[in-house]
């Protein structure tokens, strides 16, 4: 049982270019979301989905799009990239027992 | 005001002593509270989950929730050097997408 994937682990891009951060999870979750975590900022949220076929934004949603492919997957995109989207991305889904969240590994992101 | 505040750290206990990390928030509406351990370079992991007022036990750990003064908070008792981390705390948002609002982290460092 993998839990949560993302893809990829580690990303380097250049200002204005695009990229799309994957995101599955195999626990027949409803719900998905994305945080961007950065040093002081603690985790924030960029967009969510409670169910298959909706989103919403978040706290940060500015600079992304996001899209809910199916139950198992939500994918984050950066249309253009800066540099102020350097970050650590979270992918996360939420479990039915206990309402907390089961996170994926996380993506490194660096926009030079 | 930030909805979730954790008191500042870092946090440096010895080892075997205890460690209390607290957490206030600011929605009264607010029924789920969690704590997350993240050590450097990982993705949080949940560790301990309250909804009711009171004290909850796991090993070592307790969760204590004041819903009448809005504060959360974790104890960890006979800490060890494998417990040094940024512990998150974690409040249920219950709109629509139920999601969690996260603090910004205490750093605990236990030293042997």
């Known amino acids: 049982n993998a839990g949560v994937t993302q893809t990829p682990k580690f990303q380097v891009l250049k200002t204005g270019q695009s990229m799309t951060l994957q995101c599955a999870q195999d626990?027949?979750?409803?719900?998905m979301y994305w945080y961007r975590q950065d040093p002081g900022m603690g985790l924030r949220l960029i967009y969510y989905?409670?169910?298959?076929?909706?989103?919403d934004k978040g706290e940060v949603p500015n600079g992304y799009n996001v899209s809910r492919l199916n139950k198992r997957e939500f994918s984050l995109r950066l249309e253009s990239a800066a540099p102020s989207q350097t970050s650590v991305y979270f992918c996360?889904?939420?479990?039915?027992?206990?309402?907390?969240?089961?996170f994926g590994s996380g993506t490194r992101l660096t926009v030079v | 005001q930030k909805e979730v505040e954790q008191n500042s750290g870092p946090l440096s206990v010895p080892e075997g002593a205890i460690a209390s990390l607290n957490c206030t928030y600011s929605?009264?509406?607010?029924?789920?509270f969690f704590w997350y351990r993240q050590y450097s370079g990982k993705s949080p992991e949940l560790i301990m989950f309250i909804y009711s007022n009171g004290d909850k036990e796991d090993g070592r750990f307790t969760a204590q929730l004041n819903k009448a003064s809005q504060y959360v908070s974790l104890l960890i008792r006979d800490s060890q050097p494998s417990d040094s981390a940024t512990y998150l705390c974690?409040?249920?948002?219950?709109?629509?997408?139920?999601?969690?609002?996260f603090g910004e982290g205490t750093q605990l460092t236990v030293n042997p």
């Open positions: 929605d009264r509406g607010s029924q789920s």
């Open positions: 996360a889904s939420r479990t039915g027992t206990n309402y907390g969240y089961t």
């Open positions: 989905s409670a169910s298959e076929g909706t989103t």
């Open positions: 974690a409040v249920f948002e219950e709109t629509s997408g139920s999601r969690l609002t």
């Open positions: 626990m027949n979750h409803n719900s």
